[in-house]
Structures are given as C-alpha cells and as structure tokens.
C-alpha cells in the first residue's frame, strides 16, 4: 500500500519553463511534506517542505501549493534551467509514527536548453 | 565539514556472508535513517533511530539489522544478504531535535549481492 503517490514518472520541460511534479498522500495524520532533489550519484537533498497549515510556500523559483482537503501537494518549478535536471521526490511524514518517512517514487526532470 | 559518511560507496559480495554498512554524522542529531532506493520505487525506509539505544522498523525492515550505540553511528548489518537486496542504500540524519525533518543524506553505498 503506497502511502504517496508522485506522477509523473518523467518530465521533459524546455528551458524557461514551468515544472510541475505532482503527489498524493493518505495518511491525513502527515504533517511534514518536504521535497528532495537528487543528482546522479548523489544523495538526496532537501529542496523545500511545507506543513499542512499553510497552502503556499515560495523559496525562489520553487513552490509547493499545498491542498489539504484533496490530499495532494504540487512542487512548481518556474523558469526552469538545465541545472535543474535531477530526479525530485516528494515525502510525507509525522503524525503518529513520527519517525517514518514516506517517499514517493520520484520524478525525473529533463530541462533542455 | 557538516556530513553524513557512509561506508563503502561500492561493495560487491556473495549470498549469505555477513557484511555492514557504515553511517557516521558530525552534527549531534539525534535522528538517523536508512533507506534503499530501486528504480521506480523511491526511496524506502529501512530502520530509524530517534536517539541512542532507540531504534524503530521502517516499511521495508525484514533482512536487516541496525544499532545506536553511540550517537553518531547507526551502521546498516545484512547477516546473511540474497540478491535481492542488491540496492543503492542511502543513510540519513536529522536537523531538528528528535524529528526525521530536513534530512542530511549520505552519498550512498552501492551493494551488489550476487
């Protein structure tokens, strides 16, 4: 049973484009949902992360809107850039199980020139 | 330097000889994870600890084993690996107090269990 759902799977977006990655979760006792960029051979990194009590969060050309009665949160990449090519994955956390982490299974961003 | 170190990045071994991963962090978190990442299914969680001595199964748990004896280390053991858990695993600590937010993450280790 998949706790988060990411789609899609793959993305191909020209440059000075918008991204957007979607997920749905289940669990509505969730109240940490970041997402992670990954570059080939890296780890993950955190990228931005929300909670449930607000619908918006902006850190430069990255937002998440956050909708809580849909269960579902959306990251948005503006003016995207080839350096933004990466393999993004959304999470969810907290709640009775504080220490587990749910990952969705990740989305892979082509930006091209 | 803030990081978390694992040990090896590669490690290529046999069915059922006992191998461990090694996860070391600099920060003082008290949070630390570890997860194995396989095309097109994410990154699962495979043990947690909130603190020393204090250690919890994640959604993926059976096959593995993990200690907090101290609070920078939370090595990963297989006692006796199959092929299937030819993974890239991926060990992870935490900024905020007691919590798994904002995770520092490893650069990874590479197992191939042939």
């Known amino acids: 049973q998949q706790q988060v759902k990411q789609s899609p799977q793959s993305l191909i977006v020209q440059k000075g484009g918008i991204s957007i990655i979607n997920c749905a979760y289940e669990?509505?006792?969730?109240?940490?949902f970041p997402w992670y960029q990954q570059f080939p051979g890296k780890g993950p990194a955190l990228l931005i992360a929300?909670?449930?009590?607000?619908s918006e969060k902006k850190e430069g050309r990255f937002t998440i809107s956050f909708n809580k009665s849909a269960k579902q949160f959306s990251l948005h990449i503006m003016d995207s850039q080839p350096g933004d090519s990466a393999t993004y994955f959304c999470?969810?956390?907290?709640?009775?199980?504080?220490?587990?982490?749910?990952f969705g299974d990740g989305t892979t961003l082509t930006v091209k020139p | 330097e803030a990081q978390v170190t694992q040990n090896p990045r590669y490690l290529i071994t046999v069915t059922g000889k006992k191998l461990t991963v090694t996860c070391s962090q600099n920060?003082?978190?008290?949070?630390m994870s570890w997860y194995r990442q396989d095309p097109g299914l994410g990154l699962r969680q495979i043990y947690y600890?909130?603190?020393?001595?204090?250690?919890d199964k994640g959604d993926v748990p059976e096959g593995y084993k993990v200690s907090r004896k101290e609070k920078r280390n939370f090595p990963l053991i297989l006692e006796s690996p199959s092929p299937n858990q030819t993974s890239l695993y991926f060990c992870?600590?935490?900024?905020?107090?007691?919590?798994?937010?904002?995770?520092?993450f490893g650069s990874g280790t590479q197992l191939s269990v042939l």
């Open positions: 992870a600590s935490s900024l905020f107090l007691g919590t798994n937010e904002k995770l520092f």
């Open positions: 669990n509505t006792a969730f109240d940490y």
């Open positions: 929300i909670r449930p009590d607000v």
């Open positions: 999470a969810a956390s907290g709640g009775t199980n504080a220490g587990k982490s749910t």
């Open positions: 920060m003082n978190h008290e949070y």
């Open positions: 600890s909130m603190n020393v001595e204090v250690t």
